[in-house]
């Protein structure tokens, strides 16, 4: 739980719209209601993601009592035990009543905390785009070390996304969502998030609840 309450950058996360698609879910299948969001003291949504059996995927989830900034995430570890990939769920309040313009600015607000947290962090973009079915507001940026980072990271370049989920959403509430990953995870593009890398198998299988 340390990790979900020091980085807020972690407090949030990229989702994929699974359309009209037919989604198999793996072994573990962690359903997120609102009875838990309130135990948790977030906002409350409804949605569900399942991940395989793999002892390279450690998961991490919201605790009652605690100052949470998240209601789960995911990491895939590399053998020294860093993380060098991330999905990352995180609270989006009232998001359904949003503009695009008052969701800009939320995301503008979390892209300034990642600046004073990150090295060379690097914003590519702030906007609102066609991305996983449907126009969303979604920020890209890059950020690098030749060192762990904050203990937990590998060494390396990252891509990352910040995406808006609200559109789908059960409540008005919705998500923001980041997908972060090391370029020696395959995602060498922006493009490449959902389709390469290690969690995108994980990624796919997200929904809300209807």
């Not at 053998?79 to 503008?108: A, H, P, V």
Request: with cysteine; aromatic share 12%.
């Amino acid at each position: 739980m340390k990790k979900l309450l020091t980085i807020s950058m972690l407090s949030v996360l990229l989702v994929f719209s699974a359309c009209e698609e037919k989604i198999t879910d793996f072994e573990n299948v962690v359903e997120v209601t609102p009875d838990e969001c309130k135990k948790w003291g977030l906002d409350e949504v409804h949605f569900l993601i399942s991940y395989p059996n793999d002892d390279n995927i450690l998961f991490q989830e919201a605790q009652e009592g605690e100052d949470n900034l998240s209601y789960i995430m995911f990491d895939y570890l590399d053998k020294d035990e860093l993380s060098n990939e991330e999905i990352s769920i995180g609270y989006c309040t009232n998001c359904k009543n949003y503009d695009d313009d008052g969701k800009l600015e939320l995301i503008q607000q979390l892209m300034e905390q990642f600046e004073s947290q990150l090295p060379n962090l690097e914003i590519v973009s702030n906007d609102t785009e066609v991305i996983f079915g449907e126009k969303r507001v979604v920020a890209k940026f890059t950020f690098s070390s030749e060192e762990p980072i904050f203990g937990y990271f590998a060494a390396g370049n990252y891509k990352a996304m910040i995406v808006e989920f609200s559109k789908e959403s059960n409540t008005n509430n919705g998500v923001i969502i980041i997908l972060l990953a090391n370029e020696s995870t395959g995602i060498k593009e922006f493009s490449d998030f959902g389709e390469k890398g290690n969690l995108a198998k994980v990624f796919k299988t997200f929904r809300f609840a209807e």
